[in-house]
T-cell receptor, first 114, second 117 residues
């Protein structure tokens, strides 16, 4: 069974631009969570989607948004990019609810904002 | 609110020596606990998890961890370190009682494991 895939793997943007990252969960998994990883703040929860509904969101500004499609694939969008948005963005999928099941992570998308 | 503390941002051991990575958690409810490993330029790989069954949990690559409620700890151990174990290790906690658990994982800051030849 294929793992979690994320595209693109690397991305360079400039301040003020917007970016969309994509995540395809493990087949059959309906829950997708997103995390931001930076050297200073570590791993921080962004949001979680289950059956196309955002069920919770971490402490991030409204510039960070996401959605989930009927096939469970998910996208996250960051608008008006800031230098501090440079990070590794990780997606994780779970067979059921992430609080109850195990989250399996993709390789991440490394975003560099110049 | 939950929190995770990993003692030691860097741990160095000799090849063949015992590996001990410390993790303490804070949670108002019985938690689920996880250890993940991250190799350079890769995502997180699950090593093992505790979900209220046996307190001693065995994982992949020879790692195991013991849940100690009285000490609120979930330390990760491996009897004999290999060079391939050099990586970043993260302890994480989730709250399985949060009505379907939509709060995500709360991670520790990570411990960088260095293996000396």
């Amino acid at each position: 069974k294929a793992g979690v895939t994320q595209t693109p793997r690397y991305l360079i943007k400039t301040r003020g631009q917007q970016v969309t990252l994509s995540c395809s969960p493990i087949s059959g998994h309906r829950s997708v969570s997103w995390y931001q990883q930076t050297p200073g703040q570590g791993l921080q929860f962004l949001f979680e989607y289950f059956s196309e509904t955002q069920r919770n969101k971490g402490n991030f500004p409204g510039r960070f948004s996401g959605r989930q499609f009927s096939n469970s694939r998910s996208e996250m969008n960051v608008s008006t990019l800031e230098l501090g948005d440079s990070a590794l963005y990780l997606c994780a999928s779970t067979a059921g609810s992430p609080g109850l099941g195990t989250q399996y992570f993709g390789p991440g998308t490394r975003l560099l904002v110049l | 609110a939950q929190s995770v503390t990993q003692l030691g941002s860097h741990v160095s051991v000799s090849e063949g020596a015992l590996v001990l990575l410390r993790c303490n958690y804070s949670s108002s409810v019985p938690p689920y606990l996880f250890w993940y490993v991250q190799y350079p330029n890769q995502g997180l790989q699950l090593l093992l998890k505790y979900t209220s069954a046996a307190t001693l949990v065995k994982g992949i690559n020879g790692f195991e961890a013991e849940f100690k409620k009285s000490e609120t700890s979930f330390h990760l151990t491996k009897p004999s370190a290999h060079m391939s174990d050099a990586a970043e290790y993260f302890c994480a906690v989730s709250d399985p009682s949060s009505g379907g658990g939509a709060d995500g994982l709360t991670f520790g800051k990570g411990t960088h494991l260095i293996i000396q030849p």
